[in-house]
């Protein structure tokens, strides 16, 4: 650690342990990007470690209405992190199109894109872990395994609580969906219909089991004595730390935003043209019923247009 300028030395950091409580959410955003949590993900040391299981609250609890143009029906975007996407994407008072493809059949050329940020986050951990190995003092290397050994905890956790169930397979059959966002905000999403049924129905992540969360719990009294400890190491341990947290937040905030597409079930989503305005949400319906050759059902059931009689639609969500 002969980087570190002696001048910077007498500074104190008793209170560095504190940094790894932060109230960010960086790690549970990029594991709802990617659709779920990688081994990987393990390795990677950064603020609000015991805050990856909240990934699910990251859409603030809106499970918006969606509709099936081509056959009628009406239902609810339930899965968390496609919904965090949607939010991302959408803009008020346009209509963003996007596409969803199977992964097993089409490379997607924007993956190399932010994981240059993600890979050197994740080599500056693991070369952490080989400094402290190597020159580290006794409370340095304690502190750092109690932060990996809780960080391991809550990426395994994640992995159990992913579910796989998608509703009824529907081969060779083309969807089109329409998403009304809070805000104002539409989404027309494309593609097939198993591959829309991947990323929209079922579960993102179930609830935690009793022992799933035990564990988290203590995966969480581990990342606060780690906080508590730090104060023992060294000052060039310290510094170490400091250091390390700041940039790995600052590499995962850059891959985090600069992410375009959503990776969930094999499946990836992402957006197709230039978002359209509209002055009226009846224009996009219009054009959108003009589109499937007049059928207006699902319009209907959505409350954006009236039913043939006038009267009000009857309420199917």
């Known amino acids: 650690m002969q980087w570190l300028h002696p001048r910077f030395l007498p500074a104190s950091l008793d209170l560095v342990g504190l940094i790894f409580l932060a109230d960010l959410d960086i790690a549970a955003r990029n594991i709802a990007i990617n659709g779920q949590a990688s081994l990987l993900d393990a390795l990677i040391l950064c603020p609000s470690l015991h805050r990856v ?27 968390e992190a496609t919904v965090l996407y949607l939010q991302r994407v959408s803009k008020t008072g346009h209509l963003t199109t996007l596409r969803v493809t199977d992964d097993s059949v089409s490379a997607s050329p924007t993956k190399s894109r932010t994981a240059l940020a993600y890979t ?17 003092g006794s409370w340095l290397v304690l502190v750092l395994s109690l932060l990996y050994l809780s960080n391991l905890a809550n990426v395994l956790i994640m992995q159990r609580r992913s ?14 969906l329409l998403v009304l966002l809070s805000q104002d905000r539409w989404i027309r999403i494309r593609g097939m219909v198993d591959d ?7 579960q993102w992540i179930r609830n935690l089991s009793p022992m ?16 508590i400890l730090a104060k023992n190491i060294d000052e060039r341990g ?7 947290m700041v940039t790995t937040t600052i590499l995962l905030t850059v891959a985090n935003e600069r ?8 499946r990836t989503v ?15 319906a219009h054009e959108m019923i003009a589109e499937h050759d007049g059928r207006k059902d699902w319009a209907v059931r959505l409350g954006m247009v009236q039913g043939d009689n006038g009267a009000d639609p009857p309420a199917t969500m």
């Open 53 to 79: 299981q909240n990934a699910p609250f990251l859409s603030k609890g809106e499970y918006p209405a969606c509709a099936a143009m081509t056959s009628g029906y009406v239902f609810r975007v339930e899965n």
């Open 120 to 136: 050197i986050a994740a080599t500056m951990s693991i070369l952490t872990l080989i400094d402290m190995l190597r020159t580290g």
């Open 163 to 176: 579910t796989e169930w998608h509703g009824q397979s529907e081969p060779g059959v083309e969807g089109d």
């Open 196 to 202: 829309l049924k991947a990323v929209t129905s079922g």
């Open 212 to 227: 799933e969360s035990y564990i988290v719990q203590t995966g969480t009294i581990l990342l606060y004595v780690a906080a």
């Open 238 to 244: 310290k510094w170490f730390i400091l250091m390390q």
């Open 259 to 266: 992410t375009t597409v959503l990776r969930m079930n094999g």
């Open 270 to 284: 992402k957006v197709d043209g230039v978002p359209k305005q509209y002055i009226r949400r009846l224009d996009l």
